[in-house]
């Protein structure tokens, strides 16, 4: 949340790429899911992480793990093309301690919602937070949007995160291109997304640990999160948690 003329790696044509800029993408939602619609990976990742997932889903597809939170625009499109969301209660699962904090935090002109699950999902009509997971846009204390870094809080559950070597070119390309077009329009979503940045680089500050970020430059790098300072290293080298420490 992808033949002529197309920009090398992207995913999107030049004619889209113009009228994204043009306008606010989220205007135009179908578009923006047609240009946003490469696999994270060529494997199925949701099969390598579900085994260690208690309901037997991927953990991304679990609402009990997982919250996607849509802009009032998807909603909209979603409601009116497909019938697989509603909007999410908070007493689905047992533990519903998180449901206030969740909804206090959600940002205004959005929704949390919640899905049929996995094995009736309607893939065309994945939200943009189910698409761009478990990776958001890293930007950086002097406001620049370098690339993709991880949904920390996922790094024992995620098979990807272990697996970043494994993340697609074209998956790259295309989560780069979509927020650079929305956030060439969409000031108050690109400060959500430095706040959430300072976030990782407060904790991991703590923490005596180098980010991880796939650059938008097609390299990889760990990031200092007190100086920003970027030292390439391969993602092949990138630490791995939870039952993935080990696998081959």
Request: charged content about 30%; glycine content about 4%; overall charge positive.
């Amino acid at each position: 949340m992808v033949n002529q003329n197309r920009a090398k790696g992207t995913g999107l044509t030049m004619e889209n790429i113009m009228r994204l800029a043009q306008k606010s993408p989220l205007e135009d939602i179908r578009r923006l899911y047609a240009v946003f619609d490469s696999p994270v990976t060529r494997v199925d990742c949701g099969r390598k992480c579900a085994p260690f997932n208690m309901t037997g889903k991927p953990f991304c597809c679990d609402i009990c793990q997982a919250v996607p939170a849509v802009y009032n625009e998807e909603w909209d499109y979603l409601k009116r093309n497909t019938d697989l969301w509603r909007f999410w209660i908070g007493d689905e699962c047992p533990d519903s301690d998180d449901v206030l904090r969740l909804k206090d935090e959600i940002l205004e002109g959005m929704a949390l919602l919640a899905c049929k699950g996995p094995a009736l999902c309607q893939r065309d009509f994945r939200a943009l937070s189910c698409r761009q997971f478990p990776f958001f846009p890293y930007v950086t204390a002097d406001y620049r949007f370098l690339g993709l870094a991880y949904e920390w809080e996922f790094e024992d559950r995620c098979w990807v995160i272990s697996n970043l070597h494994r993340v697609s070119k074209s998956y790259r390309s295309q989560f780069v291109a979509m927020h650079d077009a929305l956030f060439a329009q969409r000031q108050d979503i690109f400060e959500n997304y430095a706040y959430h940045s300072e976030r990782m680089r407060n904790l991991y500050a703590e923490r005596r640990r180098r980010i991880p970020l796939l650059h938008r430059n097609g390299d990889e790098y760990r990031v200092s999160p007190v100086s920003g300072r970027l030292a390439r290293a391969p993602s092949t080298r990138f630490p791995r948690f939870g039952p993935y420490r080990v696998e081959n």
